[in-house]
């Protein structure tokens, strides 16, 4: 089984910073896509980028693009997405999805299965 946990939100200024954090249990770490999601109140769910723990891959949606780069460090087994030039359309919560012991593929990063693991949503406020 995998566990995802993660932390970092918090409040922030418009084009300010933040760094989400996902902690990642599982013992083949770098068999994984780990993928960031976000759902602001009244809206739908939406990916915001994703990685391959295997290889590093990073893959984005349109409206994060250079803006949230994401990156993993193998030893903590944590995957890191760094939220620059935040926006007030970027404030939701924010979780860390995976599908289990699956790479990232460019067409299916953005999708999730009904048997998908969630992290618990740490929360992204910018005003």
């Known amino acids: 089984d995998v566990q995802l946990v993660e932390s970092g939100g918090g409040s922030v200024q418009a084009g300010g910073s933040l760094r989400l954090s996902c902690q990642v249990s599982?013992?083949?770490?770098?068999?994984?896509?780990i993928k960031w999601f976000r759902q602001a109140t009244g809206k739908e769910r939406e990916a915001v980028a994703g990685?391959?723990?295997?290889?590093?891959?990073?893959y984005y949606a349109d409206s994060v693009k250079d803006r949230f780069p994401i990156s993993q460090d193998n030893v903590k087994k944590t995957v890191y997405l760094q939220m620059t030039s935040l926006k007030a359309e970027d404030t939701a919560m924010y979780y860390c999805?995976?599908?289990?012991?699956?790479?990232?593929?460019?067409?299916?990063?953005?999708?999730?299965?009904?048997?998908?693991?969630w992290g618990q949503g740490t929360q992204v406020t910018v005003s």
């Open positions: 999805v995976t599908d289990g012991p699956r790479r990232c593929y460019s067409g299916s990063w953005f999708l999730t299965l009904p048997d998908s693991t």
């Open positions: 599982a013992t083949d770490w770098r068999n994984f896509c």
């Open positions: 990685i391959d723990t295997g290889n590093a891959s990073p």
